[in-house]
């Protein structure tokens, strides 16, 4: 999604301003562009595509100035093309823009009736002309941006700097995060604190409705109702170091191998090997008596939430709905009186689960979060955070953040069953034994590599993919899908496997496919025979599954991998693995870009 840095500098804007782009570029984007106070003007360059085009044009066509702003835009109004990237400019002022404004076709309608001549179909025109006339009207900067900030209705956050004005910098959030940074002698404003890291360590985060005014000598915020306010300077604890690939092609290839880490530090945070018990910090509920919970999330982390569910209602018995956040905060369903609710979240920064939070807590719910990022807007609205230790994650599909959210999700299954009597002491022990275990066992599916990548191979011809799996291997069926999809551009699907008759095996011949996640377990038997039927009618079964599994499948099943012996319970965490890698693999085998996949973006801060 958008990316916005900001800087009134001592010394040249521009290489500070794309240094600090690529920091943000994982979060997805299209085009880029940077924009100085040059000579009492504006000048700015731009560029379609990735930030190695604009570090291009920057090359032949330098642009000086100290004061300047920079973007990385993921398209929402209009093409990805040079023309529409930020920022946005007149003569007299120009901005960036996070998020969407959304009356801004209403206002383009009134500002064209005053002789306003746009050049891009963009939402931000409409707040660069906006601005424009009021400072066309005499207003000086600070006054304008105030006045404009009324007009404008939506989720984002701003930046802008003005002709005439050199060492000024302002900016505003209404939705979308951004963080002023405090240096010695200049300042800088960025959409997180990973972009402003190595610049300066000292950051103060907008509050909802904030804006400030950014000078060399410090910060002046103001609130919605525009009364000046005091924001906290906090040290962070984000590292500027640029996270690399080490050897690995890509990010995500390396964060799949972190796997067995990731997962080893997330767990130790939540339970005690040596004791055999889980240890939760202090919760905003009492899971003894709360009557419901909601879980929420956007994309792979609602997968997580939704296997949350399985393992909640399963263990603690606590009855649980788990629905995405854009149907959530829009559905107003009844909350109960005491009741709680978990958000799951890589980045803590995604509009609709941001949204959905406020839904739950205007509904009375205390609400826990579970979030990668310990300083995102999530991690601080939230009653409680309990963070996933997965390190930043790069590629644009979630990987390890994944897992070590489940890992989170399974030891507040057992707490919270211990909370209620619902588990001995005994199966306690069992089930943290069985998440000790993770980690190993995650290494051991990771040796199936190369197996994986065979099978990669398979898959990268089809047209059509189905990934199938029951109980709490139906979320991960629908992950795998999720994940070839978003990285390869395959069609998938992924369903439960009872449910299979029910249409998808219309879809079902020589040339599709079917993926099975199939432990030994309970539901072993069910699985297999629903595999069975696809089998007959030509389908190509490719199972994940264990040694006993492997035995039974064998027959019938074209393809099968065989995972270490685990504890059902731990079966969604490792299951995950092959599923990850495979998508991987297929996507390097269709020449994808695997980090950054056509579209996608990895903190999605729009509705
Ligand atoms: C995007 C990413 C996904 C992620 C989802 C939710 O779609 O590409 O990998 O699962 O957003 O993001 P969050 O940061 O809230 O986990």
Redesign the pocket.
Known sequence: MCGIVGVVGRGEAAPLLLDALRRLEYRGYDSAGIATLVGGGIDRRRAEGKLGNLAGVLERNALPGTTGIGHTRWATHGAPTERNAHPHATTRVAVVHNGIIENHAELRTELESQGALFETETDTETFVRLLDRLLADGLEPVAAFGAALKRVHGAFALAAVFAGHPRLLLGARQGAPLAVGFGEGEMFLGSDALALAPLTRRIAYLEEGDWVVVTEEGARFFDVDGAAVERTVVQTAVSGAVVGKGNYRHFMEKELHEHPAVLGDTLRQYLDPRSQEVRLPRLPFDPARVPRLTLT?????FLAAHVGRYWIEGLARIPCDADVASELRYRDPPLPDGGAAIL???????AD?MAALKLLKAGGQQVLSIVNVPESTMARASDAALLTVAGPEVG???TK?FTAQLAVLACLAIGFARARGKMTPQEEARLTQALVAVPGHAAEVLEQDARIRELAAEVAKARDVLFLGRGSLYPIALEGALKLK?ISYIHAEGYAAGEMKHGPIALIDSNVPVIALCPSGPLFEKTASNLQEAAARGGRIMAFTDAAGAAALGRFAEHVVVLPDADPFAAPILYTIPVQLLAYHVAVLKGTDVDQPRN?????TVE
């Open positions: 999330a956007c994309g792979s982390a799951v979240s890589q980045s803590g920064e995604t689960t644009v599909a979630s953040a978003e996608l973006a990895k903190s999605v």
